[in-house]
């Protein structure tokens, strides 16, 4: 039987499609309000049928939009809530059931759940369950708000006096970290490559300018290996972080990247929790976009006529060209990521 999308995930899609909603952070926001309409409906039982239907409506998300990968990710943690949530009603249930008990070790405990992440039954009826959820789920959302906040904070510790920067494109998280920067540095250069062909870098830039007691310089692509010796640190955006620590970062990236071990300059990359992906390079079928090649030669010119034109809109760059991610919960090495997508996503819902 076909999945049948929920009005509103029809919505979204066609948001997301016609550019009405923009940027991950937008777009988890929003994938979170439907998993959480889902959670208020009547139209599930157990805990097994919620799981169900947030999958269903997760795997038509991801159909429709291959490249968005924060709408599974923010699914993933939907799930892994459902069963902590569930777990721990049920162990509550054990415990009272055991008046011969007066209370459980620690090492009880701990054996306990994990036995009954083995064997549990997750289409067992749980009273109490979707007021847990719901409490759960404003925590999540209080996480998701903070975010950009709590990755700013950090920028004392990462960006000092007199320092040159530079950046590629335009990403609001390090527009909002630079910012951060420039209120409590000194004499900051920051160096903003355009990335070319869409040249978002000038957005940054004009945003930039507004602030004082900072020297912006805004390069093409084609001056990052020249100017990269003069550079302190690079700090950049990323799409997605894949689960061997690689970026799916704005084209461009990877030149960058390249060119920063090249001349041994620290690589910063900017990447709340919610932009982790279990996924490898291997397992996305669809890692790029291609935008419109009229930005790159146009279309009636003489070239044009002979010539097959691309336009990809990502560059993966491998773990080893990243020194240091900074979350919302700090900084960490991107050997430590398979260790936090540990933490956020359960191993049964690494694939949907």
């Known amino acids: 039987m076909k999945e049948q999308p929920l009005k509103e995930v029809t919505q979204l899609i066609h948001a ?9 952070y937008s ?9 959480k309409y889902i959670i208020m409906s009547k139209s599930w039982e157990n805990a097994d049928a919620l799981m169900q239907i947030v999958r269903a409506q997760c795997r038509i998300l991801q159909a429709a939009l291959p490249q968005e990968t924060v709408t599974a990710n923010i699914a993933r943690r939907i799930l892994k809530l459902i069963r902590e949530e569930f777990d721990l009603l049920h162990a509550k ?11 459980l070790s620690l090492h009880k405990l701990v054996t306990q759940t994990s036995e009954t992440n083995i064997c549990v039954d997750y289409s ?3 009273k109490g369950l979707r007021e847990a959820l719901l409490d759960h789920l404003q925590e999540v959302e209080t996480e998701l708000e903070t975010s950009s906040e709590n990755v700013c904070v950090q920028a004392e510790e990462h960006i000092h006096s007199s320092e040159i920067i530079l950046t590629l494109g335009h990403s609001r998280s390090v527009e909002n970290f630079l910012k951060r920067a420039i209120k409590k540095r000194q004499f900051l250069t920051i160096i903003v490559a355009e990335c070319a062909p869409a040249c978002r870098g000038h957005n940054l830039a004009a945003s930039l300018a507004n602030e004082k007691k900072v020297e912006l310089i805004v390069i093409p692509d084609a001056a990052i290996f020249a100017m990269m010796s003069r550079v302190n640190k ?4 990323t799409h997605s972080v894949l689960a061997n620590g690689g970026l799916r970062a704005a084209c461009g990236a990877y030149t960058v990247g390249l060119a920063a071990k090249h001349y041994s300059v620290p690589v910063i990359v900017l990447a ?3 932009k982790l992906s279990p996924l490898h390079l291997c397992e996305q079928d669809a890692f790029n976009m291609v935008g419109c090649a009229e930005d790159v030669i146009d279309y009636d010119s003489l070239a044009a006529r ?3 034109v691309y336009s990809p809109m990502f560059d993966y760059v491998p773990p080893e060209l990243v020194t240091l991610f900074i979350s919302n919960n700090g900084g960490h090495a991107p050997s430590y990521v398979y260790r936090l997508l540990t933490e956020l996503y359960h191993p049964e819902d690494l694939e949907i």
């Open 234 to 237: 690079v700090i950049i955006g």
């Open 124 to 126: 067992l009826p749980q």
């Open 27 to 35: 777009i988890t926001n929003k994938t979170l309000d439907i998993f």
């Open 93 to 103: 249930v054990q415990h009272f059931a055991d008046d011969s008990q007066a209370s």
């Open 306 to 308: 002979e010539a097959k």
């Open 272 to 274: 709340p929790m919610y």
């Open 16 to 24: 997301i499609k016609v550019g009405m909603v923009e940027g991950s």
